[in-house]
């Protein structure tokens, strides 16, 4: 057996921080494909190619990578090499032929992964024949950034339902509408990472009195970046209340409404090119519960056609409903250094579940706070 490089732990981390940092270029483009960085690094520790999983459907980021490296370099290289992935390689025909036959190919002895793919097709599967095959195989490098980096799609391919991040600007005192005064709540570095939390997600959702109030364009500004990739657009709105002049409204947004909307506003909002998508009412044991959009069938169909992730920016009866489904799984809450009082909207309303951040991280944003964190819910009492 060929004799590998001795990895220190600081340079597989390193490099695994690479693949992380390339993997995230693929963000907006790959869905319902998780993002995947790889490099490769010779014995003497020289990158000898990196690449990412840039489009979905298009070449895997280990196939890239080691594609390059086997036109370019010596076989006797390339088994005395590491290969960085952030996430188990497939050993499945998908889209793409499967990587595991590559890197057998390859010859290289010795591959270092992120994560375990969730996905049932693999999750382990493939780790399993590179060891049979005698390659050695280290799991869990830079595992939690890893793991971040495929959270919607962990969530999607296992539930087959979207992952939701809600993203809220408010006050110091828990208001997200402002006094007016103030165009936006948060500052612009804030509004710098909305837009590339846009850039990332699949799909921007919001209640239609947002679309009403603030008649937002919900599209993607992120200057100096060439590929803007601009989620779909979904608006809450039972009754079709939506303007038909809305800036929102084009071909790239869907509008779900209940089947009891009237017909002639279907037809004048139809008319932008944007989608109508009638969804079933709330039940309750088989009866009607209220006239309100049922929001599990809503996630189900964005689920099934693909969408992995979901923007969810509000407003406040949209959070409420969303905290009360137990459905929002990541926060990112910037606050701001304001007072509005009580005449302004609040982040929520009467809420049948108390929200925690087991694992919160705080992070200054200009003169803004900004909290990350994943959503645990206890049954309020
Ligand atoms: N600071 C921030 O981060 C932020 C972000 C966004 C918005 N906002 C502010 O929030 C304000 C609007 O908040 P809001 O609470 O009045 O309204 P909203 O949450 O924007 O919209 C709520 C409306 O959406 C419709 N809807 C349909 N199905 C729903 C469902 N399953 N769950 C929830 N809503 C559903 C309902 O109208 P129908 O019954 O007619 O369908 C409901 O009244 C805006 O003025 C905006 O400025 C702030």
Known sequence: MARHPKTTEASALAHMQRAIQLARRGAGWVQSNPMVG?????????????????????AHA??????RVMQHYPKNQIRRGTLYITLEPCGHSGKTPPCLDLILQSGVQHVVIGSVDPNGLVNGKSIRRLRRAGVKVEVGVAQVECDYLIRAFRKWVITKQPFILAKVGMSLDGKITSSGAYHYITNDLALRRVHELRQELDVIMVGVNTIINDNPRLNTRLPGVKHIHHPLKVILDSRLRTPPHSKALDSNTLVACLESAPRHRMQAIARTGAEIFVVPPNRLRGKMLFEQLNMMALLAELGARGYTSILLEGGSYVFTTFINLQAIDEFHVFLAPYLFGASKL?????????VSFPHPTFEQVGNNMLMRGYAKYTKAR
């Open 62 to 67: 280990e196939r890239r990578v080691l594609e």
């Open 38 to 58: 790889s490099v490769f690094v010779d014995a003497a520790g020289t990158v000898l190619a990196e690449s990412y999983h840039a489009k979905f459907g298009g």
């Open 346 to 354: 609040p982040f929520t309303y009467a809420l049948q579940y108390d």
